[in-house]
């Protein structure tokens, strides 16, 4: 099975004022600089046995030059069809609101913002799927998931969905948040379920984010992120669903951060969650 390499990189941008209202910063800006917090914990999880194995994968997360950087390897991944990877925080839990089981995902730093970055204490949550793997963003028609929130506040570019794509020059990341634009900082009201509606339209407006591969694009539409892609040649390589804003506003320095439940994950034709 070949092998898979994903990098990430959440590049800040200055974005002009009237683009981002209030917000003098892209969401997932970041002001300080640290090492790698890596977790090498990660299962493999069968749709539709319902049954975890270990994984290979391992996630790092970190900064250099105030930019925040996130990577993930797997030198042996699942089968595409029917197999997805959690990582970190990242499992299956049974929904309080019944139904069957749901994605749950935590990021905490709790030795407050930013010293769980200095000394690695920031945790995270990673979903991979790989339903798209080799189609061009075009092929992407339907992206969207209902959301729980149990604690905390959406920030740092969290949660979010992201696509990575490669062409012949290598790997990027298109960044796809959840919330309201410019900001993605809403607080949802807790213990309920609420649906963003399908990503994969103009009408989701201004929360493509394509400055990895099209520099000066934090702000950008589904189809102008298609044009995008499309004109360099790239291709889905898988598609994540990251919870990993702890560090961020008042997430920061509580036992519990950012703890979100996932639900109704679609990717075109495929949903994943509830699972009975």
């Given amino acids: 099975m070949n092998k898979l390499f994903l990098s990430f990189v959440l590049l ?3 974005v002009p004022v009237a683009l981002v209202s209030a917000q003098s910063m892209p969401a997932n800006y970041i002001d300080v600089n640290f090492s790698p917090i890596t977790n090498s ?6 749709w539709s046995a319902g049954t975890l194995t270990v994984g290979t994968a391992t996630a790092s997360l970190f900064s250099t030059q105030n930019v925040l950087e996130n990577s993930v ?40 913002y930013p010293t769980c970055l200095s ?9 991979v799927m790989y339903p798209l793997r080799g189609a061009t963003l075009d092929q992407l028609t339907t992206l969207q998931t209902d959301y729980y929130v149990e604690h905390g506040c959406f920030g740092g570019g969290s949660p979010r969905f992201q696509i990575s ?6 790997t990027e990341n298109i960044f796809v948040y959840l919330g309201t634009s410019p900001g993605f900082m809403d607080c949802p009201i ?39 892609a499309n004109s360099l040649g790239y291709e889905i390589n898988a598609i994540f669903l990251i919870t990993d804003g702890g560090w961020s506003g008042t997430n920061a320095g509580t ?15 495929v949903t994943r969650f509830p699972r009975q």
């Fill in 12 to 14: 800040v941008f200055l």
């Fill in 41 to 46: 914990t990660s299962y493999n999880y069968d």
């Fill in 73 to 112: 390897s797997d030198p042996t991944p699942p089968d595409p069809n029917g197999y997805g990877t959690f990582i970190g925080t990242a499992r299956p839990v049974k929904s309080p609101t019944g139904g069957g089981a749901v994605l749950y995902e935590q990021s905490v730093c709790a030795d407050g």
């Fill in 119 to 127: 000394d690695g204490s920031l945790t995270y949550g990673d979903m």
């Fill in 165 to 170: 794509v490669s062409n012949t020059a290598g």
């Fill in 190 to 228: 807790p213990d309920t379920w609420f649906s963003t509606g399908n990503f994969a339209t103009d009408g989701a407006g201004l929360r493509w984010d394509t400055s990895q591969i099209c520099p000066g694009t934090f702000y950008n539409t589904y189809s102008g992120a298609v044009t995008c």
């Fill in 255 to 269: 036992a519990t951060g950012q703890t979100f439940l996932f639900r109704n994950i679609q990717v075109n034709q």
